[in-house]
C-alpha cells in the first residue's frame, strides 16, 4: 500500500487522535458515534439514519471483505441501503485494501475515495470508544493538512450550513429528514393490500421485506400527508438526527390513528409514533449502534437479539394512557419500541430489517402484513 496522508481528528473536548487517510482527502465535521458491529460497513455506511454522523468502528480490521457490486433489482439496490454513503465519515483501526469476497468489486478506500467520504484509519477506536461512552456523544472534525485538500473537496465542505464558529457542525439542528426523503411519491409492486412506507430516510432492505409481502408499496416523502389516498397500512421508517424536526410526520400519524387501519414503525418511526401518543423524545448520552443489542418483550422473559442505531430514545412514562412500553433494552432499560393497548398500531426501536445484523426479529413483516 502506499504512504498514507496524515490527518487528524479532534473532537469538540480538545482530543486530537492522529490517523492516516485511505478515503477523500475532504475535511468533515459532524456527531462522531461508534459502533460495536463486526460486520456490516456497506450497509451502515449507507444507513441514511447515519446523516451528519462520523462512524468510529470499534472491531479492529475493517476493509477485508471489499465492497458489493451494484447490481439492483427493480430500481432498488441488491447490497446497499441507499444509493449513497450518507455518513461523513469514517473512522478505523487497521485498514486492509486487500480483500477478498465473491462479492467484491473495489476496496473500501476505493468506494470511499469514489464517494468523496473521507475515511482514516492507525486510529485507536476502542479508545475513542471509552471516551464517548465516559463523556457521552462529542461533536468531530476530520482536518488534513491545507497542502493536501484539493480545491474540490475544500468547496465541498464550504457547501455544509450550520457550522459553528469553532468549525463543528452539530446535526442536531439540521433537519436531516427532509434532506434524504425522497421527494415524490414512488409506487412499487401490484398487491392489492396497499401499504404507505412514510420516508424518513428508509433503509431500502425495509422496503425489500415489504415487495417481499406481495404488498404495493407508496413510498412517500417524509411530510406528505397519506390520509389523502387509498392505503391499507403504515409503515414510517427510520431516518436521521433529532425528530423534534417532523412535526409534519406526526400530525399525519395523528390523523391516521382516528381509522383502525395497521401503523408500524421502526426506529425514527417509533419516536415519532410515539411522540403522536403523547410521549417526549430525549437524546442518549451514546445511543445504541450495534448488532447484538438484547431487548426483551415487557410481560415476558422472551428476547432477541437485535440490530441498532439509534441516538435518541423514547420516554415511555410520557405516553397517553391508551399506550403502554412493549419492548425494553437489557443494557440499560430504555423503552425499544411502543404499542396501542387495543388499536394495531405500534413500534420498535430496533431493526426487524435487520441489513446489517442477525435477522431474528424479521417476522415483524409477516406479522404486520397479516393485519392489513
Ligand atoms: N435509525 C434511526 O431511525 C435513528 C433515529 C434517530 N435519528 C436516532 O438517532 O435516534
Known sequence: MHKLTPVRLILENGMVFQGKSFGAEKPTSGEVVFSTSMVGYPESLTDPS?????LSLTYPIIGNYGVPAKGETDGISDFFESEHILASGLIIQDYTSEYSHWN????????????NIPGICDVDTRKLTKILREEGSLLGKIVFDE????????????????IRKDGFYNPDFTNLVAEVSCKEVIEYGDG???VVLVDCGVKLNILRELIKQGVKVIRVPWDYDF??????????????????????????????????????????GNQLLSKAAGAKIYKLKYGHRSHNQPVRRVGSNQCFITSQNHGY???DKGLGKEWEPWYVNLNDGTNEGIRHKSKPFYSVQFHPEA??????????????????
Open 227 to 268: 390520509n389523502t389516498i387509498d392505503f391499507d397500512g403504515v409503515v414510517i421508517s427510520n431516518g436521521p438526527g433529532n425528530p423534534d424536526h417532523c412535526i409534519a410526520t406526526v400530525e399525519n400519524i395523528r390523523k391516521a390513528m382516528n381509522s383502525d387501519k395497521p401503523i408500524f414503525g421502526i426506529c425514527m
Open 147 to 162: 497542502s493536501h485538500v484539493s480545491e474540490k473537496t475544500k468547496d465541498a465542505s464550504k457547501a455544509e450550513v450550520n
Open 355 to 372: 441489513n446489517g445484523g442477525p435477522n431474528d426479529t424479521r417476522y415483524f413483516f409477516d406479522e404486520f402484513v397479516k393485519l392489513l
Open 192 to 194: 392489492v393490500k396497499k
Open 313 to 315: 430514545a423514547v420516554d
Open 50 to 54: 447515519y446523516k451528519g454522523q462520523i
Open 104 to 115: 467484491g468489486i473495489e476496496s473500501l478506500g476505493e468506494w470511499l475515495k469514489n464517494e
